[in-house]
């Protein structure tokens, strides 16, 4: 039973398929000068409603990096919610990139609330050369601890920004399952709703390893093909990520996948509250974090369940004593099946109750 | 027809097997920690005849930066060849990565000399802090003009680096064409020569895009995982890389893939010298660079040839007027036919003195 | 009235007079390699009872972020107070020299407890590329907020770094406070208490600009030369801060001026709290950081009086409304009479219950 | 008899008077925010005859890297001459400060002509992500070799930067030579003639240690606080800088000392020739740069002389064996008779042709 990341799962048969046929069908100018490539980008236009700058690559924290970097002077803050991806867990990826600081944002669930932004925002030292100043804003959706923005949220948080003359990313690693989750459009989840550059993640969802930063006005975007590349970026082979686009947002594929892994996960979701757990967070797409007894918790990794574990940081309230969360992830390839196997397996465990004795 | 880049190529059918079997076989935790990229990593041991640590990767000109940047304080001088890819053709990714400066030797036919690199380094300001200093060597090999270095060659080189406290460093984006030309084991062509840290490419020579920096001493490779990281290089999904090495390592699947690419590139060298062309160097690995006039240059183009220029730096004497040079560079699916097809385009055209009327 | 910052005082005659000399003697060979700058160098020497490694600038922010940069891999956390310098007031100048990041410690009183930090470093997820490796800590003493490390309070932070492989950076912009406050001889101070490198100041304590890099393991210097060059902060006329040194640091001149300053932080102090004000935190050295009604804060300015606002993140309690920390500092050259000054103005304005009214 | 650098000399009894008096005369706001500060920001809008923005501080190295890096971005191409000071003498520092390439340019004199610099322009990949960008030109005025851009040279390097879209910088850490020779004001020796921006020293020429960047586009300078700041170049004792600056800034005294230096050279130059000693490049300001025979450089070093060498790079033609380039360089303070001992010494070591033997 896998449910340690959506990152562990393997790639789509229609996804594997189209990589296959693109390296086995001839040559094509490097570097991303192939026809394969410039269909992608205009695909994207048509996504998103509107002429958008696209750029391709293979790693979801380059795009991050990158997409901070070209929005943000060194001497920029980048305000984050303190879970965040880009500020915890890419190793200082994006101050390499950029320099600049990340004033981390504190909130309950991974969210950054409108309250929450424009007080940090208000403590800045603007034009006082000693303080770094407001530049980017940046949150990610679906959040860290599964929670979702929707694009109502998103506006009042890009009205800050405009006021603020502070630029809005997104970091859409899962971008797909909140777009699944909400039913609103790329369009409506992003730039209508006031974001200026996105990293739109298809790793996490059923590509092999596929990444796009997409600016939404193009003239933002001048420039970013120099510092993709002298990041190391720049694939030869660029085919390899346009031919997983192009197969994966096909026909509302990408869609289909994360609609899956959402249900898989409201399924467990379900049946784990059945049980009488609680969550740490509402699962509103494909990551559920159930706070369990350590005792289960140690119990499933025995039986064979790979997880992680979840950040309490971004609880409402603190974990009791002997408390722990799992960060449960189906991804695409779960099954019901597996999910029920893992409903059972807690069952065979035992009540948390009992577990906690 | 196609001889723009061994980049442009497709990939080896068993690469692509082996990238879509991973891919189908269920799921793996996430960033390295899985059992086939340990796997890959103990075959690059066994490929090396020695413990080695071993990074993978997707893109080449990260695979340099990173190792340059790993070896080389900020302050660094790195010697480099004029034409070498890392110093001329990365858009400055390693000064990126290290802010170290190259300084760049010339020669003919893209070689670095032991006398050249000597003359180099005693200009060197020692121990005076104006002056960036020395600190590592790169080479190609293959050359970006086609040549080669032999095994004493890069041991010329690093005596050079011992005595003068330099790292050797080798970019291997076509190593395995270097390793079939001179029939030297992979060891006998890097550490048992001195070398300390390469990247090895594959993606030139089959692979969809895969890459790897290998150190030679272990112990130099300290902290590398989060030099990898930073700079966004490290996959989550990493098996894709690993997936292809396997498969190319295999059975000196990499070396046949590389011998038939050197072996089209003889025949076409010995075509293109029959029919009264000059080469700008001799065509050592899988690149041929005829000295052509421009007028028979623009014909190939216009007969639909694909193909970049050489660049005449790396000459030992220069371009007569109406001159030019060809890059043109056969890979491992190139056939026998299209290196014909080619040479008889040429004869179409007709001969040099023809063509230079 | 000036309490705004000892930085803003003009410097001791016998600085200047130094300079005066310096510059009025002949020329020297620039960049530091002449005889004032190597008898500085070992002053040093001297004043810490062993062999150090000794680098003269004029700037106390490249102080803390060259030295911070030489001791931290990129990929390191920097544990530091949330109200340090060189993590909240110096414009990322850290992050840009060397690309790490600060991991806040929180605590009242501006100073980095053994708990604090040992909490924080156990949060590390240590060999995770995905995380910023413990690497440094850096203390300020005297503290932003006027408090003081003792040596062994020192001491037990190095306990902790030593455990954990960490270096021990001191901020010592008012080193000379600090030293002048407790008694303890330098090398008590610093390297017998564990410390790695300091940040030396004189410029806040009478010198015209003169600050100091100094390396208690010289060995740790290796390249610091270079990367103090790089920066742009080796002076060509280097006699300049040399001069400085010399006569500041003669005969305890630089004692002397601490001992001043922090007699007149004492006797402000006292006044204050005889006027009824409680203090933020107890005045230790040469900042004394009232709490006033804002009221009396407001008529103060109005009066005359120049000072900033402290920092209420390292209060242990927080403000209560209609509450504020002026943050006063007296300089070598303030007087007796500024300070009664000063609290007669005080006086004047009403005590706190009747300003609050 | 000190002839190694004007870097070497004391400083203007007048600019010692001035620092003096400054930091004898009460406090001031710290790090610029000061009376005497913004009263030279406004001398400088007069020297130059319009609304510019000017940054103090006290390094020549800083100077230079931080307004190069202001007005290129990281993927930028920087051309300059191959001996200038940025890309040669400065430790990379320019490329620590944003990371740019530097494009060396050739040419005798240490002179960009705008041939050199438009071949070397016209060879840039443009559009080419592989490829630094053209972006920034600087010149040094006086050059590294003692030669003198007059205004219309510096017009036609400024029109290929216009028509290429890319930034003229001017190094002028001898600046005030260039203008005392050439006779025009420095408006015309910038602006008027299209730099963008310019370092401006007072350090080699009588100042104790005083930079400014002079952006003559205030517009451009946007931000550039935050980047001195991280640099570690804003002082808290600003006034040290602009107490130099107000004094050599008055009342011509910066031009009357650019003139003695310049005369002493001219002398020097003169009595060099009349002992049949050729120059490697026209004295055209304060640097003489005599071709002498190795033997007669010993025996002047051995007799006390202090001077260094000049770099033979830019030599029009070769030196013959045995011969060196002696770099003499008086200072404001050098007097006639310290210039005729010189002279006298070379006369009792013999005339060149005796020496040689």
Do not use: M, R, V
């Given at each position: 039973m896998f449910f340690a990341s959506d990152n562990g799962a393997g790639a789509s048969p229609k996804v594997i398929r189209a990589v296959a046929d693109a390296f086995q069908s001839g040559p094509a100018i490097a570097y991303g000068d192939d026809d394969l490539t410039r269909a992608v980008e205009r695909r994207f236009c048509e996504l998103f409603e509107r002429e958008v700058a696209v750029f391709l690559l293979a790693s979801g924290t380059a795009t991050n990096a990158l997409a901070l970097a070209h929005v943000t002077p060194p001497w920029g803050a980048i305000y984050a919610h303190e879970v965040s991806h880009a500020h915890a867990?890419?190793?200082g990826a994006t101050e390499f990139y950029v320099g600049a600081k990340f004033v981390p944002v504190a909130g309950p669930g991974g969210k950054v609330t409108p309250e929450a932004l424009a007080a940090k925002v208000r403590r800045a030292n603007r034009g006082n050369p000693h303080s770094v100043q407001p530049a980017t804003v940046t949150i990610t959706n679906?959040?860290?601890?599964g929670t979702l923005y929707r694009a109502e949220e998103i506006a009042a948080l890009s009205e800050i920004c405009r006021r603020e003359g502070m630029r809005l990313h997104l970091d859409g690693a899962r971008f797909a399952n909140a777009v699944a989750a909400t039913g609103a459009s790329p369009a409506e989840m992003t730039w209508r709703a006031g974001v200026d550059v996105m990293s739109f993640g298809a790793t996490k969802n059923g590509a092999i390893t596929a990444e796009a930063v997409v600016f939404?006005?193009?003239?933002?975007?001048?420039?970013f093909i120099y510092r993709r590349m002298r990041g190391g970026?720049?694939?030869?082979?660029m085919r390899f990520v346009s031919a997983q686009f192009e197969a994966w947002l096909e026909a509302e594929h990408w869609l289909d996948l994360a609609r899956h892994s959402n249900a898989m996960a409201a399924r467990l979701a379900s049946g784990l509250q059945g049980l009488g757990y609680r969550l740490a967070?509402?699962?509103?797409?494909?990551e559920v974090f159930p706070i369990l007894p350590a005792a289960v918790a140690q119990a499933l990794r025995a039986r064979g369940l790979r997880f992680h574990g979840g950040n309490p940081?971004?609880?409402a309230e603190p974990l009791r004593p002997g408390e722990t969360i799992a960060r449960l992830i189906p991804s695409f390839a779960t099954t019901p099946e597996e999910v029920d196997e893992l409903l059972a397996l807690l069952t065979e465990i035992g009540r948390p109750a009992q577990a906690a004795e």
């Open positions: 867990t890419e190793c679906l959040t860290e601890c939404f006005d193009p003239a933002l975007a001048d420039g970026h720049l694939l030869s082979k967070w509402p699962a509103e797409g494909n940081d971004a609880l």
